[in-house]
């Protein structure tokens, strides 16, 4: 464990030798591979299907209920992939499935990840010439984005358009937001233009979103020009465009210039919502502007501008930085007495963070349980603020006894909260508390998993500490744990993050010598650190000859194409 804590690796410019990796990469890949189109549990689904007669092609079919009986984790992932399973196979026959039953399988399977079988459900429908939910199809969409899954999202769009179903606006926002959110204004800028082209009319949350990406990617004096380019090619922003410039100067410390903006809304001829005061007053109390955060909160009457949690959250969070948390808890009494709002893990967080940076055991147990007696759930940044306490490594026992503490009262098993605990830290970058918090864990019985290896291998490539995010795996097979293809793809996936593509191929390198399979998922994620490295062409070349080998299919392919503008052409194999 100390190897993983006080390791270092030199973060140095990505070696010119990538084309060498590449090739070297090809020599181990497959010269051809199969994609199946199920798993093991297909026949067994299948034998029972076909001991009962097949609806007419005409009628409805339902799918087995798979939300009944045990409800453990386990059984209700083999119950959903069941039904994943008879639905392809139904359809696969000429039978329309019925749109509700289908319409929750895909939101169970998104609940669970399963964000391809999700997708694969939706693709089902249409092609069994059944009109989808409207609402589903945005949701999955605006969820795939939202998980990175860009390319996959507009696949989807690509599908449904083909099949006769219309993309309008909200959806194509959605699109918009993942490109943005990839940091790509310039290619976000280029989508909206093709859009518009074939007829879609940008509306003011579409300006909002690429607002949004200028001033995040390239400053929010970028964001201001945009916006007036907007106005002078008659687009009509609204208030929520006001409120992303706004928020722009308040996060480069531009206070100043936020009032002036603020104050000068009704001359542009909007009234500031609650959303705008609650931009500016983050800003005037997180600087201790207190008299001036006072006098703002006092202008907050009437429908549109009342305060919300939001707002008092911002107080709340703003008073326990200062270390005023005697305050912060009064503000929080209040709302729980008024009943106007019901405080949460986001209004109690800040308040447990300065507690435990200050020390104060016994306040932290107190606020806990004052949050048990209310009914608020502990949430990610709950852990991450407990983790505070294994800042100097002298009360990671204290923190493990509240963690613990917290387990007892959670109705999750052993293994999932603790697994959910370490995941959490380690998504925010607080790697260090998860080693520490994960040596005690195991001493209580608890053993690590693939996902949670994989977890650690993240959140130390997150936080650029590669060599040991590499001594992870040297770790594992000393514990007599082998590492899985999932963690290589943790790592991979974690290297081309930081830039070092070349090492990437080295891992994969010693990946393949071990024995281990790459899947299609570590082909992908070596094509895209080339892409992201600027190295496009090479890129290209690569998931030609990938997709040739047949270890890459063509609907990758066609969808990496598709996010990064990719000019290949299709192999037909």
């Known amino acids: 464990m100390a190897i993983l804590l006080h390791s270092s690796f030199p973060v140095r410019n990505p070696s010119p030798q990538l084309a060498g990796k590449s090739s070297g990469l090809l020599a181990h890949a497959p010269k051809s591979q199969s994609f199946p189109l199920s798993n093991s549990n297909f026949s067994q689904v299948l034998s029972s299907t076909t001991q009962k007669p097949l609806p007419p092609k005409d009628s409805i079919f339902t799918l087995p209920n798979w939300r009944s009986g045990r409800t453990d984790p386990r059984s209700r992932e083999v119950k959903i992939n069941d039904a994943f399973l008879y639905l392809e196979y139904m359809v696969g026959k000429g039978h329309k499935p019925d749109v509700a039953s289908a319409t929750q399988l895909m939101y169970d399977l998104c609940k669970s990840n399963k964000l391809r079988k999700a997708t694969r459900v939706m693709e089902m429908v249409v092609k069994a010439s059944t009109i989808p939910d409207a609402a589903s199809y945005t949701f999955l969409v605006n969820h795939l984005c939202r998980r990175g899954n860009v390319g996959h999202a507009m696949q989807l769009v690509e599908t449904m358009e083909e099949y006769g179903y219309p993309t309008n606006t909200l959806t194509y926002n959605s699109l918009v937001r993942g490109l943005c959110m990839r940091g790509n204004l310039n290619k976000s800028l280029q989508f909206v233009e093709k859009l518009?082209?074939?007829?879609?009319?940008?509306?003011?949350?579409?300006?909002?979103?690429?607002?949004?990406?200028?001033?995040?990617?390239?400053?929010?004096?970028?964001?201001?020009k945009l916006l007036d380019d907007m106005i002078a090619k008659g687009a009509k922003p609204n208030l929520v465009s006001h409120n992303v410039i706004l928020t722009g100067l308040c996060k480069e410390n531009r206070t100043e210039e936020a009032v002036q903006l603020f104050r000068d809304l009704p001359a542009k001829g909007f009234n500031p919502n609650v959303?705008?005061?609650?931009?500016?007053?983050?800003?005037?109390?997180?600087?201790?502007?207190?008299?001036?955060?006072?006098?703002?909160?006092?202008?907050?009457?009437?429908?549109?501008?009342?305060?919300?949690?939001?707002?008092?959250?911002?107080?709340?969070?703003?008073?326990?930085?200062?270390?005023?948390?005697?305050?912060?808890?009064?503000?929080?009494?209040?709302?729980?007495?008024?009943?106007?709002?019901k405080p949460d893990a986001a209004s109690y967080n800040p308040v447990l963070a300065r507690l435990c940076k200050e020390r104060k055991i016994d306040d932290v147990i107190m606020c806990?349980?004052?949050?048990?007696?209310?009914?608020?759930?502990?949430?990610?940044?709950?852990?991450?603020?407990?983790?505070?306490?294994?800042?100097?490594?002298?009360?990671?026992?204290?923190?493990?006894?509240?963690?613990?503490?917290?387990?007892?009262k959670n109705e999750s098993s052993f293994h999932d909260f603790y697994r959910n605990v370490i995941t959490s830290l380690c998504r925010k970058g607080n790697t260090y508390a998860a080693f520490r918090l994960l040596y005690q864990m195991t001493s209580c019985g608890f053993t690590p998993d693939s996902y949670t290896y994989s977890s650690l291998i993240r959140g130390l490539c997150l936080e650029r500490m590669l060599g040991p995010a590499m001594d992870v795996?040297?770790?594992?097979?000393?514990?007599?744990?082998?590492?899985?293809?999932?963690?290589?793809?943790?790592?991979?996936?974690?290297?081309?993050?930081?830039?070092?593509?070349?090492?990437?191929?080295?891992?994969?390198?010693?990946?393949?010598?071990?024995?281990?399979?790459?899947?299609?998922?570590?082909?992908?994620?070596?094509?895209?650190?080339?892409?992201?490295?600027?190295?496009?062409?090479?890129?290209?070349?690569?998931?030609?000859?990938?997709?040739?080998?047949?270890?890459?299919?063509?609907?990758?392919?066609?969808?990496?194409?598709?996010?990064?503008?990719?000019?290949?052409?299709?192999?037909?194999?």
């Open 368 to 408: 806990l349980d004052q949050m048990s007696f209310r009914n608020c759930l502990p949430n990610e940044g709950t852990y991450n603020a407990i983790a505070v306490l294994c800042d100097d490594g002298a009360m990671v026992e204290e923190a493990f006894s509240i963690i613990k503490n917290l387990r007892n």
């Open 196 to 224: 518009m082209q074939k007829g879609l009319i940008p509306n003011a949350f579409t300006y909002s979103i690429l607002l949004e990406a200028a001033y995040k990617e390239k400053g929010v004096d970028e964001a201001m």
């Open 473 to 573: 795996f040297r770790a594992m097979e000393e514990n007599g744990f082998r590492p899985d293809v999932d963690n290589y793809n943790a790592l991979v996936l974690g290297l081309c993050k930081c830039g070092r593509t070349d090492l990437s191929f080295e891992v994969y390198e010693m990946m393949v010598e071990k024995g281990h399979m790459p899947n299609e998922t570590t082909y992908t994620i070596l094509v895209e650190g080339m892409i992201y490295e600027q190295e496009k062409e090479m890129a290209v070349g690569l998931l030609s000859e990938l997709h040739v080998r047949r270890v890459v299919s063509r609907s990758t392919v066609e969808r990496l194409t598709m996010q990064y503008d990719l000019e290949t052409p299709l192999v037909h194999v």
């Open 275 to 341: 959303v705008s005061y609650n931009i500016l007053l983050r800003s005037l109390c997180y600087e201790g502007r207190w008299d001036e955060a006072n006098e703002l909160l006092s202008e907050m009457v009437g429908e549109e501008r009342a305060p919300s949690i939001v707002t008092y959250n911002i107080l709340i969070g703003s008073l326990a930085l200062k270390g005023r948390t005697d305050q912060a808890l009064e503000v929080l009494d209040e709302l729980f007495r008024e009943g106007r709002f």
